[in-house]
């Protein structure tokens, strides 16, 4: 016999309040799938802050001081249109996954779901028991076992979102910073501590309270499905032609019925609550939970598998194969084109990050020996964890440099100034301006070369 719960309901109830879902779980093959996937997800999540690469974090999003790391490559400022190209090759890639396959990363891929539907639901079963008990559990009077399980479990809850919160403040703030803030008084990081706790009632009202919102709701992700999906998009959808008309299996009933035996229990095991043979919907996040839970009654009933599965309406309605369209093709070839950009530009980026100004509003002034000088800044920045000794030295022998303020050496992942003149002989000035290149060299190797534009006194009616 199944074990149904029917909850096709609304999210909220005619008088405005929600209501509480109750998911059944199925153990199939797509959530033993989903199931490997998040073991990987977490392991990475949790242990991403104190992994290294060259001396680097695996992935660091300091927005404050402006300063990110990605898989062991530092980006500043200066870099930020490396950061812009990359978002916009990551929502190409949104674009184009969802117009291919739907929400699949919603199911898979995104933290709320795998936090909700593998760590914090698997944690509420095991202390509160299955749909069924946890729906009576919560209708119930307050008795002494409601009140153990319920403080249990929330308990638990806390403790999880202070571990996620705390690792997810590591990424934004770096695991060292995140260690001094545990080890050293409060009284030294009351805004680390405060970020701490903010950050935890965050993520255990998320994981306690508002739940399945966050994707129907709150997430403008799924709104977007509407716009990108067409009849060529594989969805986990309902294949209407093989289970309409749906009914109870009976032997007195003869009358030809579909493969749906209406049990629904595609519906029980759903987390938002929706019932999905009746199409298409944005609460929909292709979790694959009722894939799972109908293949079993297919199985039982001796029906053909995947009445529910990936399909696409052309599949559906037409009896198509999955067909790679040319809109589909246009964006392959608009993710290939942006991703080798950036690789491009990543692959040309130097460990020594230098700006050369002229300092404006100032004049060439004349030196002894024949020279005519121009006073510059430069902002130097090292990218590398290690030390740079680093000087600035003009391409042409001729040209010298005389420091107001030397750059001196730079500390890893930091940042220097220098005040210095070029000064250059007036036999060789034979413009108005005059380009010169210079080198940023540590103990005679070349780290960067940039060019900039000297002044000097010019008359073209001396040529």
Not at 228 to 257: F, Q
Not at 323 to 330: E, Q, S, Y
Not at 387 to 400: G, T, Y
Not at 414 to 426: D, E, I, N, R
Request: net charge positive; charged share 20%; hydrophobic share 40%.
């Amino acid at each position: 016999m199944l074990d149904t719960d029917i909850s096709e309901q609304p999210q909220t109830t005619g008088k405005g309040k929600r209501r509480w879902m109750y998911p059944v779980i199925r153990k199939g093959k797509f959530y033993q799938y989903r199931n490997w996937l998040s073991y990987v997800y977490l392991i990475l999540f949790f242990a991403g802050p104190f992994l290294r690469i060259n001396g680097h974090p695996l992935l660091l999003l300091n927005v404050m001081e402006r300063h990110f790391v990605l898989l062991g490559q530092t980006f500043w400022p200066q870099d930020f249109f490396l950061f812009v190209l990359a978002m916009l090759a990551f929502v190409v890639c949104i674009v184009f996954f969802t117009m291919a396959f739907g929400r699949v990363f919603c199911g898979w891929i995104c933290p709320q779901t795998i936090f909700m539907e593998m760590v914090f639901r698997k944690i509420e079963i095991w202390i509160e028991g299955d749909a069924k008990k946890r729906r009576k559990l919560d209708e119930g009077p307050a008795t002494r076992e409601k009140i153990i399980k319920k403080t249990s479990k929330h308990f638990i809850f806390v403790v999880l979102s202070f571990l996620i919160a705390n690792t997810f403040l590591a990424y934004l703030i770096g695991s060292e910073n995140l260690l001094k803030i545990m080890t050293e008084p409060v009284t030294q990081h009351v805004i680390g501590f405060i970020s701490i706790w903010v950050f935890t009632i965050a993520f255990y009202l998320v994981y306690s309270r508002v739940r399945e919102l966050v994707c129907t709701v709150l997430c403008p992700y799924g709104r977007l499905q509407g716009v990108l999906t067409d009849k060529h998009t594989l969805l986990v959808a309902y294949n209407y032609t093989r289970g309409e008309p749906r009914g109870k299996l009976s032997r007195k009933d003869p009358t030809p019925k579909g493969d749906c035996v209406d049990c629904g229990l595609c519906v029980d095991v759903c987390p938002t609550g929706i019932d999905i043979r009746k199409g298409a919907q944005l609460e929909c996040v292709n979790c694959t939970m009722c894939i799972d839970a109908c293949n079993q009654v297919m199985e039982k009933i001796h029906r053909d598998m995947n009445l529910i599965g990936f399909y696409s309406e052309e599949m559906i309605r037409e009896n198509k194969k999955p067909t790679f369209t040319g809109r589909m093709k246009a964006y392959s070839v608009i993710i290939a084109v942006l991703f080798g950009v950036l690789a491009y530009f990543i692959y040309q980026r130097k460990d020594i990050d230098v700006t050369v100004l002229r300092t404006g509003g100032m004049l060439y002034q004349e030196q002894p020996g024949h020279y005519i000088s121009n006073i510059y800044n430069a902002d130097i920045i090292n990218k590398t964890d290690k030390l740079q000794d680093v000087q600035l030295v003009p391409a042409d022998p001729s040209v010298k440099v005389k420091y107001i303020q030397a750059p001196g050496t730079l500390g890893k992942e930091s940042s220097t100034k220098a005040v210095f003149f070029l000064m250059l002989p007036v036999k060789q000035i034979h413009a108005a301006k005059t380009n010169i290149k210079l080198n940023v060299v540590d103990h005679g190797k070349v780290l960067n070369s940039i060019s900039t534009t000297f002044i000097g006194p010019y008359d073209d009616e001396e040529d």
